[in-house]
């Protein structure tokens, strides 16, 4: 007699179903999901060999810009100018190099520009209040600036509001300050004229070089003219009664101080002019430390007296002064790279070339879309093989270029290097061209920036392939989910099955013992 219920014997249903049920899940993803994991793995290869693709086209068109009439931050191959200098009294620099006329441009600069500088007396705290009295101010080119309760730290912010002024609080010294006030742009017409109502900061104070001994009594007949007043020494009076008189003028202060140097300056703080100095005391303002002045230079025996040390010249050529003397700049036509750059757009090309037809022609390649690879060939190839120039009469061919059986791109260099030499204005026609009738590399460049533009070749290919990858994603998702869900159902199955089994495997047992028990009786 068989054991158990249909032969399958008790506890052995669970175990054998399951393998089973392994076994059929196994066999059917075989059909249903590995093909699209397939899929999968062939459009990540595809997208490796698409970016590669993308990055050579991309070379190419770096390759090509040299020969684009419309380069940007540069000049084409074909306007490139070399230029070797002189002197170091200017630096020279230009916005387009291609513009600049040939020839030798000579600066002779004697005097450079500067702003105007003023520093006050030394403080020992920047934040210290400068005045409490209400009125005082400092007064710069007409423009006021209170100095009531505030710091020197504060009025250089409310100085520095004014575009045309620079203000600073600097450290000179151990706990030693000076405000420092300049013109924001140099030159004459940006010159500094300050007044100090009801405070004195130093900015207008003048000192003599010459220090005075003690009773010593000036020459009769010398005569000091300040802002239009003279005071002329009359032979008895030594140098400090001299100054006493010019003290007792209410249009000035003045004094000896402790280093024997005579001090100046106006009552109501505005600048003080020295128009006369017979006496020699060479009165000058110490903290007037800059004196704004022009530009005075020579530039092709072009005199100049201008504000700035930066003077552009015709052709775009900026000159910019940095010392006293003189330099010069020779510029002349470059065509020494043209050749190098055709032949580096050669070698770009043909890495291109080899890397489609690879893809084109080989059984194990995962492109799905050679359409568009032979499009992107075309379209570069209908360029090259175009012609060009005002009356359509310039090929590249005809400059020495040509084409193996394989068709990739060599030059003979001789034949190019001879065009350059004696046929250059068309040669620059050919690969420039003009606004009206461009060149073969200003149109090249235009089709390779188009490809990977909106609705280009490549972007439309990224497009596709990233709706595929979406696609197949989704449907590797979609069929793992069904075959788990019907393999599962069907293993709650066979197990419901096992359990039936066993119930009639335990019944049985039963009435084979009732029958065992009924022989024996």
């Not at 600073?168 to 000076?178: A, K």
């Not at 430390?289 to 775009?316: E, F, H, M, P, R």
Request: proline share 1%; charged share 20%; net charge negative.
């Amino acid at each position: 007699m068989a054991e158990g219920v249909l032969g399958l014997g008790t506890g052995q249903a669970t175990t054998l179903n399951q393998e089973l049920i392994d076994k059929l899940k196994a066999a059917e993803r075989k059909a249903s999901v590995e093909p699209i994991e397939t899929s999968i793995s062939n459009w990540d290869l595809e997208s490796v060999k698409v970016s590669e693709i993308k990055l050579q086209t991309q070379d190419l068109l770096n390759a090509i810009k040299p020969f684009d009439l419309f380069v940007t931050g540069g000049v084409n191959a074909f306007e490139s100018k070399s230029a070797t200098t002189t002197g170091d009294s200017v630096t020279f620099d230009a916005v387009d190099a291609g513009g600049l006329n040939t020839g030798t441009t000579t600066a002779n600069i004697s005097q450079l520009a500067q702003r105007d500088v003023y520093q006050t007396s030394t403080f020992s705290d920047k934040d210290t209040v400068i005045s409490s009295t209400s009125g005082t101010m400092l007064v710069i080119n007409g423009v006021e600036f209170s100095t009531l309760n505030k710091s020197y730290q504060e009025l250089a912010d409310e100085i520095n509001i004014n575009s045309k002024f620079n203000a600073s609080v600097e450290t000179v010294g151990t706990n030693s300050f000076r405000l420092v006030i300049k013109s924001e742009k140099s030159g004459t017409d940006n010159a500094l004229s300050i007044t100090e109502t009801g405070i004195n900061l130093g900015l207008n104070e003048f000192l003599s070089d010459t220090t005075i001994a003690s009773g010593t009594v000036p020459a009769i007949g010398l005569t000091l003219t300040l802002n239009g007043t003279s005071f002329t020494t009359n032979g008895v009076e030594n140098y400090s009664e001299f100054v006493s008189r010019i003290n007792a003028d209410s249009n000035f202060d003045a004094s000896i101080n402790a280093d024997g140097k005579i001090s100046i300056r106006r009552s109501d703080g505005t600048p003080l002019e020295v128009t006369n100095d017979d006496l020699g005391l060479s009165l000058k303002n110490n903290n007037h430390t800059l004196t704004a002045q022009n530009l005075l230079a020579k530039i092709d025996g072009v005199d100049y007296d201008v504000s700035s040390n930066l003077i552009t010249v015709d052709g775009g050529l900026k000159i910019t002064a940095v010392k006293i003397g003189e330099s010069s700049i020779s510029i002349e036509k470059d065509t020494t790279g043209i050749t190098t750059l055709f032949k580096d757009f050669i070698d770009k090309y043909n890495t291109l070339l080899e890397s489609i037809d690879t893809e084109l022609y080989s059984a194990d390649s995962k492109i799905e879309d050679r359409t568009t690879l032979r499009s992107i060939l075309s379209e570069i190839k209908d360029q090259m093989f175009g012609t060009y120039g005002t009356n359509s009469n310039l090929n590249l061919f005809s400059y020495g270029l040509s084409l193996d059986k394989s068709g990739s791109l060599s030059l003979d260099e001789s034949v190019f290097n001879t065009a350059i030499d004696e046929d250059f204005d068309n040669l620059k026609d050919l690969f420039i061209g003009t606004a009206e009738k461009e060149g073969f590399g200003t149109q090249l460049k235009t089709v390779l920036d188009n490809m990977d533009g909106i609705d280009g070749l490549i972007t439309s290919y990224e497009d596709n392939m990233t709706s595929r990858k979406k696609s197949l994603d989704s449907d590797l998702t979609k069929a793992t989910e069904d075959l788990d869900s019907k393999y599962s159902q069907l293993s709650q199955q066979f197990a419901d099955y096992g359990t039936i089994i066993s119930r009639f495997n335990a019944q049985f047992a039963s009435l084979e013992m009732m029958i065992k028990q009924s022989i024996s009786n």
